[in-house]
């Protein structure tokens, strides 16, 4: 095992320098502390392994927070510069007795300076995290009652985790969730629910002051860091420290899911002193990126970068999904533990700049990730130098999909008819004159239509922006609800559809929702109750067909063969709001359009007149581009009504390359 230990008596005034590693040895670097826990000051002695034979190690986990001020550590003798929260967390690991075990810690085993060996290390910082004994999860000093947390984690995480309450996470929402319990090992549920059960009891964990403070714990940045969800994705042994306080990330996984499941059971919630249990939590909080995947990993369920990348459920209020500091780290934080990270063939490379790195992360899911969609880059940007195909995926690590979901997001169309890509041949398009070939996607696919009028939204209501006055309108109540109604039928009947009256407003109402309500596709009972709530008309339940109340039901309430699931006005007037809050979530961020052939759409608020609506293969809902010389820009996705489903690839439509800048 290559090693080798630097000179321990260097001239005092001399600051650390590192050694080159050998790659062929794939080397690293580790430490130990070479001071006693009593001292104020950090000393450490730094040696060079092999990956390939390396010794029992730790791994740090922590959050790099500020670089200045800096507070100088020793290594080999000589002083090196570190951030303050690193400075602390080493104090912390210490204190706990740990200073003979051979430690990794990015900032001191990576020479930051040097952009290839950086890329190298962080390429292999997978193995990294996932060979190391275990690893020191340091979520930063205590605060707003930490402690708290941790002595309760303390206190009954052991437990918790012998009873199993943490594989109840796996299903929870699914609604086969109660069907797995009836068909699992009987003592294991009664284990889990007697678990439950007396921890609602427990006094302490019934304390007014606890919430606050596991929302508080929740909410600090570890959390949502790209390479800390990494890190504990990949611990085979976590301990949890804050402050003086410590526990291991077993008990404390399962200490957090006694905390929900207290608060969600069934049980609890029947129970009149339990109701209140966790009140003010959300249930957000305790969705932790790094939590989940360690936990699908250990029922071999890994995530490939794609299902990381986005997250389909709302965030944490004040909790981004997952951030950093150097934005390439979003990509580069999560290659170690993505599923799919060697057929995407993506490495981390520092010479690279952020839109280069987005664009090959994308460009790769593209060619080589089935479940990726190109109209799952319709996010909004906040860089201006992206390829106009490409996410901002530091954006997106904010907002989620929440913000921003695709029209595909339920499954529902598929206007390719199954088609695919031709595969990638490896070679860029040719450039166009000023455009790289990196920023260029090919696409084969069929032009459909080009869009002739855009919604422009009316004059009397109090936002004129279309995409607003569409999301926003719809969403009012009284008068300005109904003359944006009024003003979107006039839109449509101005396009000249070529649509009898009937058609043209069930074509209407079906594209503000996407054809979706909460449940399932619009049907004809739909359409017919549609047309009297967009029209802002009175819908007596005396009225209804039998069809029309289990359509309407179905999409109301989650389970309607519950015995209070019958009919009422009340009922029915909650499915009018229900239907306008739909048509209000499908339109953020979109706009109506026709097209020169008579088709209506719903697409993203920038769409102009002159842009081209395209099917692309693999792509399962419709694409509009924008020419700009003999390239195309990405505009976004859209719900064109009548060819959804593949209909219009029955006829064999022209196929053409769409070179996309």
Same mark, same amino acid.
């Given at each position: 095992?290559?090693?080798?230990?630097?000179?321990?008596?260097?001239?005092?005034?001399?600051?650390?320098?590192?050694?080159?590693?050998?790659?062929?040895?794939?080397?690293?670097?580790?430490?130990?502390?070479?001071?006693?826990?009593?001292?104020?000051?950090?000393?450490?002695?730094?040696?060079?392994?092999?990956?390939?034979?390396?010794?029992?190690?730790?791994?740090?986990?922590?959050?790099?927070?500020?670089?200045?001020?800096?507070?100088?550590?020793?290594?080999? !003798?000589?002083?090196?510069?570190?951030?303050?929260?690193?400075?602390?967390?080493?104090?912390?690991?210490?204190?706990?007795?740990?200073?003979?075990?051979?430690?990794?810690?990015?900032?001191?085993?990576?020479?930051?300076?040097?952009?290839?060996?950086?890329?190298?290390?962080?390429?292999?910082?997978?193995?990294?995290?996932?060979?190391?004994?275990?690893?020191?999860?340091?979520?930063?000093?205590?605060?707003?009652?930490?402690?708290?947390?941790?002595?309760?984690?303390?206190?009954?995480?052991?437990?918790?985790?012998?009873?199993?309450?943490?594989?109840?996470?796996?299903?929870?929402?699914?609604?086969?969730?109660?069907?797995?319990?009836?068909?699992?090992?009987?003592?294991?549920?009664?284990?889990?629910?007697?678990?439950?059960?007396?921890?609602?009891?427990?006094?302490?964990?019934?304390?007014?002051?606890?919430?606050?403070?596991?929302?508080?714990?929740?909410?600090?940045?570890?959390?949502?860091?790209?390479?800390?969800?990494?890190?504990?994705?990949?611990?085979?042994?976590?301990?949890?420290?804050?402050?003086?306080?410590?526990?291991?990330?077993?008990?404390?996984?399962?200490?957090?899911?006694?905390?929900?499941?207290?608060?969600?059971?069934?049980?609890?919630?029947?129970?009149?002193?339990?109701?209140?249990?966790?009140?003010?939590?959300?249930?957000?909080?305790?969705?932790?990126?790094?939590?989940?995947?360690?936990?699908?990993?250990?029922?071999?369920?890994?995530?490939?970068?794609?299902?990381?990348?986005?997250?389909?459920?709302?965030?944490?209020?004040?909790?981004?999904?997952?951030?950093?500091?150097?934005?390439?780290?979003?990509?580069?934080?999560?290659?170690?533990?993505?599923?799919?990270?060697?057929?995407?063939?993506?490495?981390?490379?520092?010479?690279?700049?952020?839109?280069?790195?987005?664009?090959?992360?994308?460009?790769?899911?593209?060619?080589?990730?089935?479940?990726?969609?190109?109209?799952?880059?319709?996010?909004?940007?906040?860089?201006?130098?992206?390829?106009?195909?490409?996410?901002?995926?530091?954006?997106?690590?904010?907002?989620?999909?929440?913000?921003?979901?695709?029209?595909?997001?339920?499954?529902?169309?598929?206007?390719?008819?199954?088609?695919?890509?031709?595969?990638?041949?490896?070679?860029?398009?040719?450039?166009?004159?000023?455009?790289?070939?990196?920023?260029?996607?090919?696409?084969?696919?069929?032009?459909?239509?080009?869009?002739?009028?855009?919604?422009?939204?009316?004059?009397?209501?109090?936002?004129?922006?279309?995409?607003?006055?569409?999301?926003?309108?719809?969403?009012?109540?009284?008068?300005?609800?109904?003359?944006?109604?009024?003003?979107?039928?006039?839109?449509?009947?101005?396009?000249?559809?070529?649509?009898?009256?009937?058609?043209?407003?069930?074509?209407?109402?079906?594209?503000?929702?996407?054809?979706?309500?909460?449940?399932?596709?619009?049907?004809?009972?739909?359409?017919?109750?549609?047309?009297?709530?967009?029209?802002?008309?009175?819908?007596?339940?005396?009225?209804?067909?039998?069809?029309?109340?289990?359509?309407?039901?179905?999409?109301?309430?989650?389970?309607?063969?519950?015995?209070?699931?019958?009919?009422?006005?009340?009922?029915?007037?909650?499915?009018?709001?229900?239907?306008?809050?739909?048509?209000?979530?499908?339109?953020? !961020?979109?706009?109506?359009?026709?097209?020169?052939?008579?088709?209506?759409?719903?697409?993203?608020?920038?769409?102009?007149?002159?842009?081209?609506?395209?099917?692309?293969?693999?792509?399962?809902?419709?694409?509009?581009?924008?020419?700009?010389?003999?390239?195309?820009?990405?505009? !976004?996705?859209?719900?064109?009504?009548?060819?959804?489903?593949?209909?219009?690839?029955? !006829?064999?439509?022209?196929?053409?390359?769409?070179?996309?800048?």
């Amino acid at each position: 095992m290559p090693a080798m230990m630097a000179n321990l008596n260097p001239t005092p005034t001399a600051t650390f320098s590192y050694d080159s590693l050998s790659r062929e040895d794939r080397e690293l670097r580790l430490v130990r502390f070479s001071n006693s826990a009593s001292s104020t000051e950090v000393e450490l002695i730094l040696h060079r392994v092999s990956l390939n034979d390396p010794p029992s190690y730790h791994a740090l986990s922590y959050v790099w927070g500020d670089p200045t001020p800096t507070r100088s550590i020793r290594v080999n !003798g000589r002083p090196l510069p570190v951030a303050h929260n690193l400075h602390q967390a080493l104090l912390d690991v210490r204190r706990g007795g740990d200073a003979q075990e051979w430690l990794w810690v990015d900032a001191i085993c990576i020479n930051q300076d040097n952009p290839e060996e950086r890329s190298r290390q962080v390429a292999q910082m997978g193995h990294i995290f996932g060979r190391a004994a275990l690893v020191y999860i340091w979520l930063g000093p205590s605060g707003d009652d930490s402690d708290a947390v941790l002595r309760m984690a303390q206190r009954i995480g052991a437990d918790a985790h012998r009873a199993g309450v943490a594989d109840l996470w796996f299903g929870w929402q699914s609604f086969k969730y109660r069907l797995e319990k009836l068909q699992e090992d009987a003592e294991s549920v009664e284990r889990r629910e007697s678990f439950l059960a007396q921890a609602l009891d427990d006094e302490e964990l019934r304390s007014p002051r606890l919430p606050a403070a596991i929302e508080s714990l929740l909410n600090r940045p570890n959390w949502c860091r790209a390479w800390i969800v990494q890190e504990i994705a990949l611990a085979r042994d976590g301990l949890v420290l804050c402050g003086a306080e410590r526990v291991s990330l077993d008990a404390f996984d399962a200490a957090l899911a006694t905390i929900f499941f207290c608060k969600n059971g069934d049980f609890a919630r029947g129970h009149p002193r339990w109701r209140d249990f966790g009140a003010g939590l959300n249930n957000n909080l305790f969705r932790l990126r790094g939590l989940v995947a360690r936990r699908q990993r250990r029922r071999n369920q890994k995530a490939g970068l794609l299902e990381f990348l986005l997250s389909d459920f709302l965030g944490a209020p004040g909790r981004p999904f997952y951030m950093a500091s150097d934005p390439r780290d979003i990509i580069f934080g999560l290659l170690g533990v993505a599923a799919d990270t060697e057929r995407l063939g993506l490495r981390p490379d520092y010479t690279q700049t952020v839109a280069e790195v987005y664009t090959a992360a994308t460009r790769a899911m593209v060619e080589r990730c089935p479940q990726y969609s190109l109209d799952y880059c319709a996010f909004p940007k906040d860089m201006d130098d992206l390829p106009t195909w490409v996410p901002d995926w530091q954006r997106v690590g904010r907002f989620g999909l929440a913000y921003g979901r695709p029209m595909s997001y339920r499954n529902l169309f598929n206007s390719s008819a199954d088609r695919v890509q031709p595969p990638p041949t490896g070679l860029f398009p040719t450039p166009a004159e000023g455009i790289p070939a990196w920023r260029v996607l090919r696409q084969r696919g069929c032009s459909v239509d080009v869009v002739a009028t855009v919604f422009a939204g009316d004059e009397q209501c109090s936002c004129t922006e279309p995409a607003l006055t569409l999301s926003r309108a719809l969403a009012w109540q009284g008068e300005q609800r109904t003359r944006i109604l009024q003003a979107i039928l006039k839109f449509a009947i101005a396009a000249h559809l070529e649509l009898d009256g009937a058609q043209l407003e069930t074509v209407l109402w079906r594209t503000v929702v996407a054809d979706f309500v909460s449940v399932e596709r619009c049907t004809v009972d739909y359409d017919a109750l549609a047309v009297r709530i967009y029209r802002q008309q009175p819908v007596p339940v005396a009225t209804l067909t039998e069809a029309q109340v289990g359509f309407m039901l179905r999409n109301t309430y989650p389970f309607p063969h519950r015995p209070d699931a019958i009919a009422t006005q009340v009922k029915v007037d909650e499915y009018s709001g229900l239907l306008l809050r739909i048509a209000a979530a499908t339109c953020r !961020g979109r706009t109506l359009f026709a097209t020169a052939g008579g088709r209506l759409g719903l697409g993203p608020e920038n769409v102009q007149t002159g842009d081209v609506v395209t099917i692309l293969l693999g792509t399962p809902v419709p694409i509009v581009l924008r020419p700009a010389a003999d390239r195309f820009r990405y505009v !976004g996705d859209a719900y064109v009504h009548g060819i959804m489903d593949g209909q219009l690839m029955k !006829g064999d439509p022209l196929e053409e390359d769409f070179d996309i800048a």
